[in-house]
């Protein structure tokens, strides 16, 4: 008896690339979005890079151990947290991103920012990409702002503002009300302008456990939006409530849900432990060539 060996070949339905001012970066292998948090009490690593020196040492680490872009936070989103204003943000911003922009000027620094007044000074200054949690909800002028920069945008859903995100959120269906939230949203930046848009279902932001494994096991029905995928589910409650764990015990639950949603069309995972994305987009490339 002759066995055969069959390969089945995956239709890309999503972009395989962005471009960031004159550079053209393909998606065909997943990319890593390194986490820079600057702020004091975020959920998993607040006061850990708060200082000048540590997030240095951090981001000269991640670049490393394979990130392709660093995402610098200065404001927590943390649910009960309160809205910043734009002129706090770039108060507690600036200092660092000279720096950074300064000591690693060939990095492709993110801002994660909802401000477009701080998304205006930051790409004035060079940054590669605006990661915005309200999807432009929160400021009517991001559209505008990001459009004047051949640089992409990080649309996520959340439902409501960091504050009240998480005291009774709701679905009819959660898939299709993202998936509809999306398709709204994207017409606006389009009309606006902005050429690139990646898109972020946000786990955590506005969604109950049950919501946030409902987004990941149908994570491909946003393949139909024909954007980039971007996954942040790194060390979120969605992991270690499930198991019962503290976060800085969810690295391994984290890696396993990297590989299901790399096998479901994720072309960018955003993560506080990049050497260990770096070895599961390793594996799981290589189980594609089989």
């Known amino acids: 008896m002759t066995t055969h060996s069959i390969k089945v070949i995956k239709k890309k339905t999503t972009p395989s690339l962005i471009r960031i001012r004159e550079e053209l970066i393909s998606l065909d292998q997943p990319k890593i979005m390194g986490i820079l948090n600057i702020t004091e009490d975020s959920f998993y690593d607040g006061g850990k890079n708060n200082s000048l020196k540590k997030a ?7 670049i490393e151990e394979g990130a392709t872009f660093i995402d610098i936070g200065v404001a ?12 706090k943000e770039l108060e507690l911003l600036l200092p660092f991103l000279s720096q950074l922009i300064k ?5 492709h ?22 990661n915005d949690i309200s999807g432009g909800i929160l400021d009517p002028e991001m559209f505008e702002v990001v459009a004047q920069h051949p640089v992409p945008y990080v649309m996520m859903h959340m439902q409501g503002t960091p504050e009240n995100m998480q005291l009774n959120p709701r679905y009819d269906n959660v898939v299709t009300d993202v998936s509809l939230f999306f398709s709204s949203q994207l017409k606006k930046a389009t009309n606006a302008g902005i050429q690139d848009v990646l898109i972020d279902p946000g786990f955590g932001f506005g969604k109950k456990t049950e919501h946030n494994f409902q987004l990941l096991k149908n994570i491909s029905h946003l393949s139909m939006l ?16 499930t198991l019962e764990i503290s976060p800085r015990e969810a690295l391994n639950g984290t890696t396993a849900l990297h590989a299901w949603g ?14 260990e994305a770096k070895e ?6 290589a189980l594609q060539m089989f």
């Open 76 to 87: 927590t989103s943390k649910p009960g947290s309160t809205l910043i204003q734009p002129e």
């Open 280 to 285: 599961c987009i390793g594996l799981w490339s």
């Open 109 to 130: 620094f993110s801002i994660d920012t909802y401000n477009s007044e701080v998304a205006k000074t930051s790409l004035d200054m060079g940054v590669s990409m605006i």
């Open 56 to 62: 240095l040492n951090h981001t000269e680490k991640m």
């Open 262 to 275: 790399l096998e479901r069309g994720v072309q960018i995972l955003r993560v506080h432990d990049v050497k």
């Open 103 to 107: 000591r690693f000027p060939n990095t």
């Open 226 to 241: 024909k954007c980039p995928i971007l996954m942040g589910v790194s060390r979120k409650s969605m992991i270690y409530k």
